[in-house]
């Protein structure tokens, strides 16, 4: 999902160039002969990401990383969305090793940096530990999810592999969880002992990040920003 994810560095290279062509020409989203909702998420790596031929019913995009990262196509996937009237998330990538309320602060600043609308999602990428212990990370992310929520009213999605929420999700259970397994058919993953249901499955990252909810359109925007 971002620049520096652990899950899929080793394809950042190769895929750059992959995503960025098929982005131009857009990529329709498989046919659902199921009941699950479809989304893809998307950053920098997809600048062109065509949403009006996407075929997703979700899009959630890189916003921020760290202290000073800003996705240079967040703004422009943020109006695509809306224009092309695909529900919408935005997502931060974590990095422990910072303060987790400054990281918190600074995503936020950069989303309301943008026409925000109820129903906006909101989301952590955790899937580094910089190093440090669990205990660490674990009271890092419920500190950033706190400030979120504190300042938003929004319980923010927490998105990370299965393994990664296995070992640093305790306590995280009351946060809708967006849960990366490609080894698991799309709908089919069993969600950590923490969580007692997942809100989204991020089934492939071929050939972009590609998701399913077993939540309606309605009820995913309900964990959205709330109505003024």
Same mark, same amino acid.
């Given at each position: 999902?971002? &620049?520096?994810?652990?899950?899929?560095?080793?394809?950042?290279?190769?895929?750059?160039?992959?995503?960025?062509?098929?982005?131009?020409v857009g990529f329709s989203g498989p046919a659902q002969a199921d009941d699950f909702?479809?989304?893809?998420?998307?950053?920098?790596?997809?600048?062109?990401?065509?949403? *009006?031929?996407?075929?997703?019913?979700?899009?959630?995009?890189?916003?921020?990383?760290?202290?000073?990262?800003?996705?240079?196509?967040?703004?422009?996937?943020?109006?695509?969305?809306?224009?092309?009237?695909?529900?919408?998330?935005? +997502?931060?990538?974590?990095?422990?090793?910072?303060?987790?309320?400054?990281?918190?602060?600074?995503?936020?600043?950069?989303?309301?940096?943008?026409?925000?609308?109820?129903?906006?999602?909101?989301? @952590?990428?955790?899937?580094?530990?910089?190093?440090?212990?669990?205990?660490?990370?674990?009271?890092?992310?419920?500190?950033?999810?706190?400030?979120?929520t504190a300042k938003t009213g929004v319980k923010p999605l927490f998105y990370s592999?299965?393994?990664?929420?296995d070992q640093y999700g305790h306590g995280l259970g009351q946060y809708p969880l967006?849960?990366?397994? +490609?080894?698991? *058919?799309?709908?089919?993953?069993?969600?950590?002992?923490?969580?007692?249901?997942?809100?989204?499955?991020? +089934?492939?990252?071929?050939?972009?990040?590609?998701?399913?909810?077993?939540?309606? &359109?309605?009820? @995913?925007?309900?964990?959205?920003?709330?109505?003024?």
């Amino acid at each position: 999902m971002t &620049i520096s994810s652990t899950l899929r560095t080793f394809r950042a290279g190769a895929l750059l160039a992959m995503a960025t062509a098929v982005a131009a020409v857009g990529f329709s989203g498989p046919a659902q002969a199921d009941d699950f909702t479809y989304g893809q998420d998307v950053s920098n790596y997809q600048p062109q990401h065509d949403w *009006a031929t996407s075929g997703a019913d979700f899009g959630i995009v890189k916003a921020t990383e760290g202290l000073d990262f800003k996705d240079p196509t967040f703004a422009r996937h943020w109006k695509e969305l809306d224009k092309n009237k695909v529900a919408r998330g935005a +997502y931060h990538f974590g990095h422990p090793a910072n303060d987790p309320v400054a990281e918190a602060d600074y995503f936020l600043a950069v989303v309301n940096g943008q026409q925000g609308k109820p129903g906006d999602l909101l989301a @952590l990428d955790l899937e580094t530990s910089d190093g440090r212990s669990t205990a660490h990370v674990n009271a890092w992310a419920k500190k950033w999810l706190e400030r979120v929520t504190a300042k938003t009213g929004v319980k923010p999605l927490f998105y990370s592999s299965q393994a990664f929420a296995d070992q640093y999700g305790h306590g995280l259970g009351q946060y809708p969880l967006w849960l990366a397994n +490609y080894g698991k *058919a799309k709908g089919t993953v069993t969600p950590p002992a923490d969580w007692k249901a997942w809100a989204i499955h991020q +089934y492939s990252d071929n050939p972009v990040d590609q998701n399913v909810s077993a939540l309606t &359109i309605k009820d @995913l925007r309900a964990l959205g920003r709330p109505a003024v």
